[in-house]
């Protein structure tokens, strides 16, 4: 691979692993198993899991689901509140495929009421503590009022109850994941028990969220997952205690542009219009926007005390602790970084290539 | 203009002051304009300061620099250091344009006098303060050396000095920015008396940053001025104090998808993958994303109290202080949003549409 400018890398077969890790355990549980492709964005990554059996997709956009129904896929879930603006977007998709949408509000069902030509499936969006979207977990009367709004309906049919636990983001360890995983399956068991006192049978739970997908094991009162960065994982969730460095999928590989001797710091093509601008903070408070790695054909180990610490549009420094290392690096090398967010660098980048070489596109972006 | 989904706007007119402004100063200090084109990646706005007499630009990368030499620029800076493994591209374009580089290191101008087949200008990357990239401007054996070697070369002519003043960026005031502009220029003027005493005449000073560019008036010492944000401008820049809110060129336009009565909260379509995750401090310390404003066609003012308080890939959260405001706002509503960062929102979003609905394309991110 001759690589001259940044590059974001990716591990077919780490890849693969990390999708079955999941898929096993969505298996073992007997549950629906409908990955996030708004990681991804990308044809050639979904026939990758197409492959592994997958057959029920979530996105994040319906933009996104036309590129995806497009490739083929035939049952996707666009886990974003319903945008009533993108009515004829959302009538032509129902046409042609299993469409489920999400919605919260009782202006938004009224619309749909109205205005949707085809039939859909309907979850309820459900706060479950994360304060970004849906309707709070416990405020029963606007919940079962939104169902019976929804079973009034000509086209929409109520299958659920969804959430995103966001806020298993702020764990720091597997145990902090598991006790956000405990409590956000309470709390849907709660709400579907509520509805079915008021008559609403069969009513599924669908949990999203990367870091309960990968740490819990006990799925059994949940219908569906919807973990999303897992197919790749990043430094965020190494943080979070979702996953190992060993398991992150993805590398930028950047050129060496300078080094400054004075102050231990080399400059590097790649910065926020390669990483994005999201970081995070380590143990002694310094923002890092990634951390040197060995690229992947060499045996796996990451160089201590080399991190990205600043970024410009294109700039990138890396501060480089570990002297020998900083000795050895030479303008015109190629620094391989894990990065900090999956999916908002490779939504930036447009493009992976794979070990052997072979460019994947983000194509549904 | 039918808004669907997130869109970002431009105003032409304010785009074309923005310019005037600048260019006229530039033309009063009887130095050449040379503006970045990393802001707006456009061939079509590029057209319009086409128009308007510019003939010299600045880009920031290889690639951007092929883009805009087939689109007709004949004079382009790339304003970021060589990058040696790009050498082929390099040759490609130095063969059909006047081409200059920017160099700060022995290695990279050995392996150029090596490598290169056409002739090119050189300008030396001094680092003024800002501790990114370039030379210390004190390190005068340094500088001094890399002149004499670039000399030695057969395809390098030394034409000048370069420097971007990026710690301007840490001002908050028209007065601090001032300093640094003071500060920079007398660094400069030093490196290039230096310069002369050993016997390298003509060497021109070339100066970044668009709070320098905006602010200062007297670029007498200088020979060329190559600011980019200006031609949109954006929240930070009115924090650091480069432009007023008034001059901001280009809105986000977003769906209202729900609202949050118990806490004052609108959920947007808009998130990282349209704004970034570029934030500033307000004066109570909070993060802010973007703040509201009325559309361009309104009477200008911003929407106080109201701004963007978390995003995340596609979601945006606006926190409402105006509870008249808050009352007002329906789903499906468009709401308007000043963006803090216009270069990395530009790049992500890949077009803009003007008021009167033009498509504009970002074709050379």
Not at 225 to 240: A, E, H, M, S, W
Not at 249 to 267: G, H, M, Q, S, T
Request: net charge neutral; aromatic share 8%; with cysteine.
């Amino acid at each position: 691979m001759n690589i001259i400018e940044p590059t974001l890398i990716v591990s077919k077969v780490q890849v693969l692993n990390n999708i079955n890790k999941i898929k096993s355990k969505a298996e073992r549980n007997g549950i629906r198993f409908r990955p996030h492709f708004k990681t991804h964005q990308s044809i050639e990554v979904g026939k990758w899991l197409k492959k592994l059996g997958v057959k029920h997709i979530t996105v994040s956009s319906v933009r996104m689901a036309e590129c995806f129904a497009k490739a083929g896929w035939e049952d996707i879930t666009i886990a974003f509140p319903v945008n009533i603006l993108e009515i004829i977007r959302i009538n032509n998709l129902a046409k042609s495929i299993q469409l489920n949408l999400l919605v919260e509000s009782v202006e938004t069902i009224q619309f749909l009421d109205e205005e949707l030509q085809h039939d859909v499936d309907v979850w309820i969006n459900i706060d479950t503590g994360y304060n970004r979207d849906g309707v709070a977990w416990d405020n029963h009367k606007d919940i079962t009022r939104l169902a019976f709004q929804i079973n009034k309906t000509n086209k929409m049919k109520l299958v659920g109850i969804l959430t995103h636990a966001g806020h298993s983001y702020k764990a720091r360890s597997k145990k902090e994941i598991l006790s956000v995983h405990e409590d956000t399956t309470n709390k849907m068991v709660e709400v579907q028990r509520k509805l079915q006192q008021d008559g609403f049978d069969g009513i599924q739970i669908s949990v999203g969220g990367t870091p309960t997908a990968s740490v819990a094991e006990d799925f059994s009162m949940v219908d569906e997952i919807r973990p999303g960065n897992f197919v790749f994982y990043d430094l965020k969730q190494v943080q979070i205690g979702s996953c190992s460095e060993e398991e992150i999928a993805i590398r930028f590989a950047c050129p060496v542009i300078a080094k400054y001797e004075e102050r231990n710091e080399i400059l590097i093509d790649g910065g926020a219009i390669h990483f994005s601008k999201d970081h995070l903070l380590d143990a002694q408070g310094r923002i890092i926007y990634g951390y040197l790695s060995q690229p992947f054909n060499k045996e796996f180990s990451r160089i201590r005390d080399a991190h990205v610490s600043s970024i410009s549009q294109e700039h990138g420094t890396i501060e480089v602790s570990n002297n020998d290392f900083f000795q050895e690096i030479r303008v015109g090398d190629i620094v391989y970084i894990m990065p900090v967010h999956a999916c908002l660098a490779t939504n930036l980048m447009g493009k992976l290539i794979t070990l052997t070489g072979k460019e994947i596109s983000v194509t549904c972006r």
